[in-house]
């Protein structure tokens, strides 16, 4: 998975707890995103950063809030989880060519979390 | 509105024979696309990319093609196995990536 490790794997959580995922990588890519994988939607962009402390929205943004204090490091934090954000969320990492986008993206293995 | 759109159906097809995937967009002026397999479990997995100057790109048994005034964009596999199976996701750079739902392609043995 091109040295990118995401923590935890699985969570199971209630309904309007705060919930952390981090996304960790060897590779010193500038680009890190974040995003949800859902049936019927696929793969949504929710945060992305382009550098330290440079983060920007994605297309469902809404509930969620990301930091990046150290390039290897991208956390994305659920302020207070809903059902409605049970889902698998796989971060991922990319150098650009031009703009806010990427020539290729390598992916995590994913977290699994569900919202009760 | 935006759209990019992959078959919804699963693909069927035997062991040996060519598998076609189809990726059809609107409203977007990309420049470039790309392919990513997907396993059960696993995050997508990049295979091949291909700009807008561009009409193919070739990788083993993986053939891409791009045509920018149908908006579409073929994925091919030639010769395929049932280790072929998996999810196919196409992306295209609008700004930032935005992928499609991806087509499950099943490669009968």
């Known amino acids: 998975d091109a040295g990118i490790t995401q923590s935890p794997r699985h969570k199971v959580t209630e309904t309007g707890t705060p919930v952390t995922l981090r996304c960790h990588q060897t590779?010193?890519?500038?680009?890190m995103y974040w995003y949800r994988q859902d049936p019927g939607h696929g793969l949504r962009l929710i945060h992305y950063?382009?550098?330290?402390?440079?983060?920007d929205k994605g297309e469902v943004s809404d509930g969620y809030s990301v930091s990046r204090s150290k390039t290897e490091d991208f956390l994305l934090t659920l302020e207070s989880a809903t059902s409605s954000q049970t889902s698998v969320y796989f971060c991922a990492i990319g150098s650009s060519s031009a703009g806010k986008g990427t020539d290729t993206q390598y992916f995590g293995p994913g977290t699994r979390l569900t919202v009760l | 509105s935006q759209k990019i759109e992959q078959n919804s159906e699963a693909l069927n097809i035997q062991e040996g024979k060519t598998a076609t995937l189809t990726c059809n967009y609107t409203n977007y002026s990309p420049a470039y696309l790309q392919w990513y397999r997907q396993d059960p479990g696993r995050g997508p997995v990049f295979l091949l990319l291909i700009r807008e100057n561009e009409k193919e790109k070739r990788k083993e048994r993986l053939k891409v093609t791009f045509d920018t005034t149908l908006k579409q964009s073929l994925f091919h596999i030639t010769a395929s196995q049932p280790a072929d199976s998996a999810t196919y996701l196409c992306a295209l750079e609008d700004d930032k990536i935005i992928f499609g739902k991806g087509t499950r392609l099943h490669i009968l043995p």
């Open positions: 950063s382009y550098g330290v402390k440079d983060t």
């Open positions: 590779e010193n890519h500038r680009y």
